[in-house]
């Protein structure tokens, strides 16, 4: 696939001396957000124009290091590394990595760095971690916390990743902002001005969706998943791979000695998912997350799951990423 095609002839900005410090665990897209405020512009092309060189689409900020590139003209010079501290803390490439071949990561890193033109950062990095529900997503409890403790609210990573439908501090569902996903590619909505008092007393109600019924049946199952998913967020990086999640998965046929890793169908996951009570409808849950692939029940290649499938399943097989890594 190619890669994003945009303005590789920008003129790069200055320093940004209001460029604010990004919070932990907080969206890159976020940390844009509160450069906008701090700069008084009225436009957010203006803004945009000041961060990249040229007006463009912001929705890949949200999970992925599209523009990291640039953070070196935003930071006075005693910011080094700002980059890669950046790429592993502000985005959900530590994610993204287990699951990416090597020349997916080289290519990451090298656009980050410098060594290869922005032209080539893969446009598919954000449709494979980011949740369906459409919106930016928060957790009240930790929008009330970050008021208190920063004096404003952000829009953190984790939210936002595909499978989370919980916070996993605070074990409450995970709720739709009144901002879609459409309506940022162009435009910057920080959290301070959607995140109101209001809206946080009398947050929405959380996203409804068809499998609702088996987030709150199991409950302490996709809690579980969401600390999963928060842990390879932040401790991701040495896992990182196709072939080192293909050698577990090896493994792991070979210690069941039941069905392939190289093949998945429905047959499959239920032997993969045969030991938890809920067995029958985790399985639907992943072949409708994965519906292309088990559309007429033949056996799909592993390795095309939705990223967050995986975790699923290494959540069902050993209760945690590290567990299963260490098999």
Known sequence: MKGYKHNTNRKPPGKLLLFPDPYPGESLYSVLCRYHVRSGNISDCCTSNQLFGYNSSLISTLLTPFHLEMAKHWFPEHYEAVQEKMLHQNTAYNLYAINAISSERDRINDVIAGRR?????????HPRTVNPAGYLRYCPECAAEQIKLYGEPYWQVLPQVDEVEYCPRHKIRIRNSPVTLERIKFRYHPASSVLTKDELRHPRNASTQEWDALFDKEKEFFIQLACNIDWLLQNGEPYAGQETMTRIYQKISWRKGTYSWLGVNHKNLEAILCDLIYCSQLTSYLE?????LFANNVYSCLYSLRLC?????MTALCGTPKAFYDL
């Open 117 to 125: 033109t922005t032209e080539s950062f893969p446009r598919w990095m």
């Open 288 to 292: 409708h997350k994965n519906i292309t």
């Open 309 to 313: 499938s995986h975790v699923l399943i």
